[in-house]
């Protein structure tokens, strides 16, 4: 699939697997998300560009290798994509923080923003937006929409678990954000739910049910 990368490393399998359990409690769930976080940020920051420079060891010049400056972003989709922030600014901590709320409208079952807060410059960063479950698709798009809207035109979509359907509905609308994900799932169920999935992203981060 184009422009879907899932990351294998063993270590993100692994945690994968523990998250997904259901005998897993809330504060190890909250833990093994951000670890798996850390080594997601790792796997997709692979290709961030370098820029030679010279620094003087205690022995001499040396000449090295720094990232090139690009200013990164990270956008969590409220309320799960924030189980994975902490992660990710572990490696990259001087990306900005955006927020964005998004709720379905009960009659069109549309994503409605109810919160948003971005970085002033957005749109000349490199954005990865975070969401552990991609499910229908439908609030990853609307983010990605908004961010558009703003001028961004680098976004990255991060979540642990997609579903077919969520991968096929992004790229319909934006076939330009690559998607990165520990696992792509059978199917949804009826409820919107990935199936075999983890359950609630939400509710296993923060004990609500
Ligand atoms: N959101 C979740 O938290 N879990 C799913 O399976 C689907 C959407």
Same mark, same amino acid.
């Not at 697997?17 to 951000?34: C, H, M, P, W, Y």
């Not at 309320?79 to 709720?103: E, F, Q, T």
């Given at each position: 699939?184009?422009?879907?990368?899932?990351?294998?490393?063993?270590?993100?399998?692994?945690?994968?697997? /523990?998250?997904?359990?259901?005998?897993?409690?809330?504060?190890?769930?909250?833990?093994?998300?951000?670890?798996?976080?850390?080594?997601?940020?790792?796997?997709?920051?692979?290709?961030?560009?370098?820029?030679?420079?010279?620094?003087?060891?205690?022995?001499?010049?040396?000449?090295?290798?720094?990232?090139?400056?690009?200013?990164?972003?990270?956008?969590?989709? /409220?309320?799960?994509?924030?189980?994975?922030?902490?992660?990710?600014?572990?490696?990259?901590?001087?990306?900005?923080?955006?927020?964005?709320?998004?709720?379905?409208?009960?009659?069109? +079952?549309?994503?409605?923003?109810?919160?948003?807060?971005?970085?002033?410059?957005?749109?000349?960063?490199?954005?990865? %937006?975070?969401?552990?479950?991609?499910?229908?698709?439908?609030?990853?798009?609307?983010?990605?929409?908004?961010?558009?809207?703003?001028?961004?035109?680098? %976004?990255?979509?991060?979540?642990?678990?997609?579903?077919?359907?969520?991968?096929?509905?992004?790229?319909?609308?934006?076939?330009?954000?690559? %998607?990165?994900?520990?696992?792509?799932?059978?199917? +949804?169920?009826?409820?919107?739910?990935?199936?075999?999935?983890?359950?609630?992203?939400?509710?296993?981060?923060?004990?609500?049910?």
């Amino acid at each position: 699939m184009e422009n879907v990368f899932v990351l294998d490393h063993p270590l993100i399998q692994h945690k994968l697997a /523990l998250i997904r359990d259901e005998n897993t409690g809330s504060k190890e769930f909250r833990e093994l998300v951000e670890e798996v976080a850390v080594l997601m940020a790792y796997e997709a920051t692979r290709n961030m560009p370098l820029e030679e420079t010279e620094v003087k060891t205690p022995v001499g010049p040396a000449k090295v290798k720094v990232l090139s400056g690009k200013k990164m972003g990270i956008i969590p989709i /409220l309320r799960a994509g924030l189980g994975m922030v902490n992660g990710m600014l572990k490696l990259i901590p001087a990306a900005r923080v955006g927020h964005i709320g998004l709720y379905r409208d009960p009659d069109t +079952l549309l994503p409605v923003e109810y919160y948003c807060k971005l970085p002033s410059d957005v749109s000349e960063r490199e954005l990865i %937006i975070l969401d552990p479950m991609l499910a229908t698709g439908g609030s990853a798009a609307k983010a990605v929409e908004i961010l558009k809207e703003k001028g961004a035109t680098n %976004i990255k979509l991060m979540c642990l678990i997609a579903a077919p359907e969520g991968i096929e509905a992004v790229h319909e609308k934006h076939p330009d954000v690559e %998607i990165y994900t520990a696992s792509i799932d059978e199917k +949804l169920n009826s409820h919107g739910y990935i199936v075999p999935g983890l359950g609630d992203a939400g509710d296993r981060l923060y004990g609500t049910k």
